[in-house]
């Protein structure tokens, strides 16, 4: 009897335990879609996840999320980059919409949204070079002993056709510095980023100069680290501005300049760089 009376209380409690724990609803994510993007590379690479406005997480894409609470729910999904290419500083990208959706939700299924987003219609792309034309628009400094020319090989190009800008690095030809040749009229105190894709066996730094009728002021800010030569993809970075835009209160306009020099050690380099835009509202 000791036994039996053990057993209907473990049972009691399993049953309990059951109906405390519910089966959870999951939303299956894949990649994120951009779709008024002409660049059709991006690293939107997570998602930030809200449902009826408490967050649940950040998830790298693509995953399964397990959600407990069921009903009549609203669903929020953030378009998430990893800030400044750290995969620890995870960041919903401002210029990008989220999906909002209201779903009735029933414990057990399974939901696959598919993320679909776009750029805001009031985001401003002050700069942009995607190499389609042997007009670069990026000037050169004097300094310079290395040019960068726009490049066409399909092997390289992230796809046929298109083009890329192109610097290689020699122990004689070791250093180059170029500017954008607009000057932007960049916000305080609101978002503001430089996108860029590259594919490089020699680092690459990126900055901003913060230009007064005084000074120009010289911000160092984001390095692109070298890939191995033999193994080299394109990647796609986003570079947060704002702190350097809202600090630069004397600044009357900025450019971005990027600057290559021969790694130590190494005999040659190549930087090839695609897709260039600043972006902000």
């Known amino acids: 009897m000791k036994h039996v009376f053990i057993l209907s209380c473990c049972a009691i409690i399993l049953s309990a335990c059951v109906k405390n724990n519910p089966e959870p609803v999951w939303l299956s994510l894949d990649k994120w879609i951009i779709e008024n993007q002409s660049d059709k590379m991006h690293n939107i690479s997570d998602v930030w996840v809200y449902v009826d406005n408490k967050v649940i997480g950040v998830f790298e894409l693509p995953c399964k999320i397990p959600v407990l609470t069921s009903g009549n729910k609203k669903i929020q999904l953030y378009p998430t980059i990893r800030n400044n290419g750290i995969s620890a500083t995870k960041k919903i990208y401002p210029f990008c919409e989220p999906i909002v959706l209201q779903m009735d939700l029933e414990p057990g299924k399974t939901y696959s949204i598919p993320l679909q987003t776009a750029y805001y219609a009031d985001a401003q792309f002050t700069f942009t070079e995607d190499f389609s034309s042997n007009t670069i628009a990026l000037d050169t400094d004097d300094l310079s002993n290395a040019s960068i020319t726009v490049g066409s090989d399909p092997d390289i190009a992230q796809s046929p056709g298109n083009g890329y800008g192109h610097i290689h690095l020699t122990t004689s030809d070791s250093l180059w510095l170029g500017y954008t040749i607009e000057n932007m009229d960049l916000p305080s105190g ?92």
Request: proline content about 2%.
């Open 190 to 281: 609101k978002e503001v980023y430089l996108e860029i894709d590259y594919r490089n066996s020699n680092s690459l730094l990126t900055g901003v100069l913060a230009i007064s009728s005084s000074e120009i002021k010289e911000n160092p800010n984001i390095s692109l680290n070298s890939q191995d030569p033999s193994d080299m993809i394109w990647k796609k970075i986003y570079i947060d501005l704002k702190e350097i835009v809202s600090y630069s209160t004397s600044a009357e306009y900025f450019k971005i300049y990027l600057r290559a020099l021969l790694d130590n050690g190494d005999t040659e380099g190549d930087i090839y760089i695609d897709n260039i835009n600043v972006v902000h509202f």
